[in-house]
């Protein structure tokens, strides 16, 4: 009898691609931050959240495979993971970053059929989103994903990537990864807008009176950090989403 391959998914967005490529039998353990599909936490046994976890419970699941990434995992994390079993520890940038890692887990999770489909679809949904994205003005945008202290989206995420893919030019494009900034500091930019995102600080829409003596003529806007921030079969949702932004804008 072939024994069955157990995976443990400290990254949401992973997760979620695993269910996708047809492995959710095959998870034994997640985060508390996984939260799609809805039944996987009761279903599964949560093992912590994405920056700590419980290493007993990890162990006692006896994984062969951990994945992790290099930014939503600790380094300490990705060590004491590796002592366990094998790990994984993704590093993405662009959707060329995502689509290789979806043709490496269809490779060595032996689901090569489901990853083609899903590489297809989402080829031809950024087809489709390119040819509506053309003709649009673009627009000079600040990502927010923190208050106290304010923290922004900069160069080298993949939200930059989605971004600019969207024709949002991001006005702290010079800065690097999630730096802090002061909302003073706005006065100092051309700003159309300003967006405010649902995660990782819940955004809402009380959040736009903290800008009123810092953006004149600037459009105060709730995005949904899923579609700006997962990466994965989350993607094959994202383009509908960005086209609805878009037209509301």
């Given at each position: 009898?072939?024994?069955?391959?157990?995976?443990?998914?400290?990254?949401?967005?992973?997760?979620?691609?695993l269910v996708a490529l047809g492995l959710e039998e095959n998870i034994v353990g997640i985060t508390k931050f996984c939260i799609h599909p809805k039944n996987l936490i009761?279903?599964?046994?949560?093992?912590?959240?994405t920056k700590t976890i419980h290493l007993e419970k990890v162990k006692a699941l006896e994984p062969d495979f951990i994945l992790c990434n290099k930014e939503e995992n600790?380094?300490?994390?990705?060590?004491?993971?590796?002592?366990?079993?094998?790990?994984?520890?993704?590093?993405?940038?662009?959707?060329?970053?995502?689509?290789?890692?979806?043709?490496?887990?269809?490779?060595?999770?032996?689901?090569?059929?489901?990853?083609?489909?899903?590489?297809?679809?989402?080829?031809?949904?950024?087809?489709?989103?390119?040819?509506?994205?053309?003709?649009?003005?673009?627009?000079?945008?600040?990502?927010?994903?923190?208050?106290?202290?304010?923290?922004?989206?900069?160069?080298?995420?993949?939200?930059?990537?989605?971004?600019?893919?969207?024709?949002?030019?991001?006005?702290?494009?010079?800065?690097?990864?999630?730096?802090?900034?002061?909302?003073?500091?706005?006065?100092?930019?051309?700003?159309?807008?300003?967006?405010?995102?649902?995660?990782?600080?819940?955004?809402?829409?009380?959040?736009?009176?903290d800008f009123n003596n810092y953006t004149e003529n600037t459009n105060i806007v709730l995005v949904d950090g899923e579609y700006f921030s997962w990466y994965g079969s989350?993607?094959?949702?994202?383009?509908?989403?960005?086209?609805?932004?878009?037209?509301?804008?």
């Amino acid at each position: 009898m072939i024994k069955k391959l157990k995976i443990i998914s400290l990254v949401p967005s992973l997760t979620e691609l695993l269910v996708a490529l047809g492995l959710e039998e095959n998870i034994v353990g997640i985060t508390k931050f996984c939260i799609h599909p809805k039944n996987l936490i009761k279903d599964k046994v949560v093992v912590g959240g994405t920056k700590t976890i419980h290493l007993e419970k990890v162990k006692a699941l006896e994984p062969d495979f951990i994945l992790c990434n290099k930014e939503e995992n600790t380094k300490e994390i990705v060590e004491n993971c590796r002592k366990i079993a094998t790990t994984h520890v993704s590093d993405l940038f662009t959707i060329e970053d995502v689509i290789a890692l979806i043709q490496y887990y269809g490779r060595i999770f032996s689901c090569e059929k489901k990853a083609i489909l899903i590489i297809d679809e989402l080829n031809m949904k950024l087809k489709d989103f390119k040819l509506f994205i053309k003709d649009k003005p673009t627009l000079k945008v600040v990502y927010f994903i923190w208050k106290n202290p304010w923290m922004i989206a900069a160069n080298n995420t993949f939200i930059n990537h989605l971004l600019t893919l969207n024709k949002f030019e991001n006005c702290y494009e010079n800065l690097n990864r999630y730096p802090e900034i002061t909302l003073e500091d706005l006065k100092t930019k051309e700003v159309d807008a300003v967006f405010l995102s649902s995660e990782p600080f819940p955004f809402k829409e009380k959040n736009s009176l903290d800008f009123n003596n810092y953006t004149e003529n600037t459009n105060i806007v709730l995005v949904d950090g899923e579609y700006f921030s997962w990466y994965g079969s989350r993607l094959l949702k994202a383009f509908d989403y960005f086209k609805e932004l878009r037209n509301r804008m």
